[in-house]
């Protein structure tokens, strides 16, 4: 795990004038890799690639980067892991494309499987997590590649006459020509998903490289040139092809699934350096960690953090299943104050507006195992391809019921609905949720009925869907000059032919969006800030490809969403210490913007700094703050958007207080 940059100028400088200017960007990623850094330029000054390194595999001088061949034709700066590389090397070894090796890193595996086989056959063959900027020197070429769901960051675009890439935005800042402009439709799609979805920046003129695709930049390319991504694997084709190939026995799918999952757990414990896990106690995890301490000689180290507030904190959740499993288990109670300590920290490790409030608890979880770790695996990923979340379970039955109501009918319900204030009806379904079956609990009933409310209007299925994965349904009204861009994920969906299962089209939206564009994106940061790898054996190749040919009810099952990975954590953890109502790694973002945090945020949102900054219609802003603080109308992740962004402004825009 490590942080890349570098600069690929095609009419070629002096080498000592790009080296500077690499080493600069990459000192700005230090915090990826605290280990090392170096850089390295052709003789013809056309190429500059810059590392800073995370040692993980092969702690050795063999394994630092930039990597060059043998031959001396290729040069790599990688970010990431090649889990299955040792398989990749007995099979380079079998058909005589094997060096004679230097050292025992994936870095070294990757540059021979490309050598061999070539970027796209050596991509498809690779099983794990990577963003890596490859130069060839017989070709005189520049390649950026990125894993399969986006675990690893990778922006690229034009600066001057250069092209630039690296794996975050905030270290194209040292080039000498930097001078950014914000994308106010990516400012725009951002509130609506409170983050920026691929392959938008909030710069305009970059982007993020897609996952699944990679880009070849020639010596011949012109400034300003766009440079239209390749894929080399599509999570789409996988579910479009899965519907032809169903599997129909839930015993043997449940057996295969444990093998896979098994299997990328496995490959995902090669580690040189100190490893554990995060631990919630729900299922996703709770799997994860059933599977590694069933392959290890040794407890486990495990890490989890809660809230005093009830309804929000899992700490509990998560001794209990350490204790079952006997893992080492080390656990933290956050407070207010914890928080308020962490939230200058977001806008630094972030440096685009990212408004998912789960990234405080993310990084306080990081903290806690980096000083223990260097290597945590995570349950990421379940969710999104086994139907997890409460809008998968009963996403399909709202169109059933509301879908065919006539316009009106429609409105009058949602008034109804409406008029039930939040508040009251949360406080109400946890008195209720006491006396019910924990399978039986609806979490923050009132905050549920917001979002039933919301999609009464809609017209079609992606369209109800779009709005519960939405914080802001009209962002265009929010945002100054706001307009929303074509999304990329958009035109995955758009482009199946085939008719899709309701759930099927909700949970590829999800991967194609929401996992690779918040979820993995606030790991990784939260993650890199403090110098700790994170793997996420969900994410797997075949266990991602196997997750597309199961039906829909072995995802959601008696109003349950992951019914299939339940029946192989089961195996491992007894059902009553799992089964409770879906929370999330969420925090009391509510009662929080009222009471602790209301100076910091009452200062982000004045009117005055709101005018001055130019990003946010002020009047509408003023107006749903003040319903927050004053009614029982909760607003707390809309605002937390605005919050986000006003900070990020403050810090990346040279906006001054």
Not at 155 to 182: C, M, N, R
Not at 185 to 195: G, K, Q, V
Not at 535 to 562: H, I, N
Not at 616 to 628: A, C
């Amino acid at each position: 795990m490590c942080g890349v940059a570098g600069v690929f100028r095609p009419g070629g400088h002096r080498g000592s004038a790009l080296i500077d200017c690499v080493a600069a960007m990459t000192a700005t990623l230090a915090h990826r890799g605290p280990d090392r850094g170096d850089t390295w330029a052709d003789p013809e000054g056309r190429i500059c690639l810059g590392h800073r390194r995370l040692s993980i595999l092969d702690l050795s001088a063999a394994g630092a980067q930039p990597m060059h061949s043998d031959c001396g034709r290729f040069s790599v700066t990688f970010n990431g892991e090649i889990y299955n590389h040792l398989e990749i090397r007995g099979e380079l070894e079998a058909c005589g494309g094997a060096p004679r090796w230097i050292g025992s890193s994936d870095t070294e595996t990757l540059l021979y499987a490309i050598r061999h086989w070539g970027i796209e056959g050596a991509l498809k063959r690779f099983n794990g997590m990577f963003a890596f900027g490859l130069w060839d020197a017989r070709d005189r070429t520049l390649t950026l590649c990125r894993d399969r769901f986006g675990e690893k960051p990778l922006f690229y675009g034009w600066i001057g006459q250069d092209f630039v890439f690296a794996s975050e935005l905030k270290a194209f800042s040292p080039h000498p020509k930097w001078h950014p402009t914000i994308d106010r439709r990516a400012m725009t799609a951002f509130m609506r998903y409170a983050y920026v979805p691929a392959p938008w920046t909030i710069w305009e003129g970059f982007r993020k490289l897609v996952p699944g695709s990679f880009i070849t930049v020639a010596s011949g390319a012109h400034a300003g040139e766009i440079i239209q991504p390749r894929s080399y694997w599509s999570m789409r084709d996988c579910v479009v092809k899965g519907q032809q190939q169903r599997l129909n026995d839930p015993v043997a799918a449940a057996d295969e699934l444990e093998r896979l999952l098994s299997l990328a757990t496995k490959r995902q414990l090669l580690s040189d350096v100190p490893l554990g896990a995060f631990l919630s106690g729900g299922i996703d995890s709770s799997t994860i960690v059933a599977l590694m301490q069933s392959q290890s000689s040794r407890p486990v180290k495990t890490f989890s953090i809660g809230f005093a507030e009830a309804g929000f904190n899992e700490a509990d959740h998560a001794r209990r299943v350490a204790r079952h499993l006997t893992t080492d288990h080390t656990e933290m109670i956050v407070s207010p104050s914890d928080a308020r300590d962490v939230i200058p920290r977001l806008v630094e490790m972030s440096d685009e507006p990212f408004a998912d409030s789960s990234q405080i608890p993310t990084l306080l979880v990081a903290m806690l195992a980096r000083r223990s770790v260097t290597v945590s695996l995570s349950g990421d990923g379940g969710d999104e391809l086994f139907g997890g979340y409460n809008r998968h379970v009963w996403g399909s039955r709202l169109q059933a019921r509301f879908g065919s109501l006539p316009g009106p009918a429609r409105r009058l319900l949602g008034g109804i609905l409406g008029a039930i204030a939040p508040e009251p009806a949360n406080m109400l379904s946890a008195v209720v949720g006491r006396i019910l079956p924990a399978r039986y609990r609806v979490l923050r009933a009132g905050d549920q009925i917001v979002k039933v409310v919301r999609v009464l209007g809609t017209h079609s299925f992606d369209e109800m869907y779009r709005r519960l994965s939405s914080i802001e349904d009209n962002p265009a009204a929010v945002i100054v000059g706001g307009a929303e861009p074509l999304s990329w994920f958009n035109d995955q969906m758009h482009e199946i032919e085939e008719p899709l299962d309701p759930l099927d089209r909700m949970t590829l939206s999800d991967a194609l969006s929401y996992l690779s564009d918040d979820i993995l994106q606030k790991v990784d940061r939260a993650a890199m800030s403090v110098g700790l790898e994170t793997r996420v054996p969900f994410l797997d190749k075949d266990v991602a490809e196997f997750s597309c040919r199961l039906p829909p009810d072995m995802k959601v099952k008696e109003g349950r969403g992951k019914w299939i990975v339940r029946e192989v954590l089961n195996r491992h953890v007894p059902d009553k210490l799992t089964v409770r109502p879906k929370t999330g790694f969420s925090l009391p973002l509510d009662d929080w913007l009222r009471g602790p945090l209301r100076p910091w945020a009452s200062d982000l949102l004045s009117p005055d700094r709101l005018e001055r900054q130019g990003l946010f219609n002020s009047e509408l802003v003023t107006r749903i703050w003040h319903e927050h603080l004053h009614t029982s109308r909760n607003h707390g992740f809309w605002l937390w958007n605005v919050l986000m962004a006003q900070g990020w402004a403050d810090r990346w825009h040279g906006v001054a207080r």
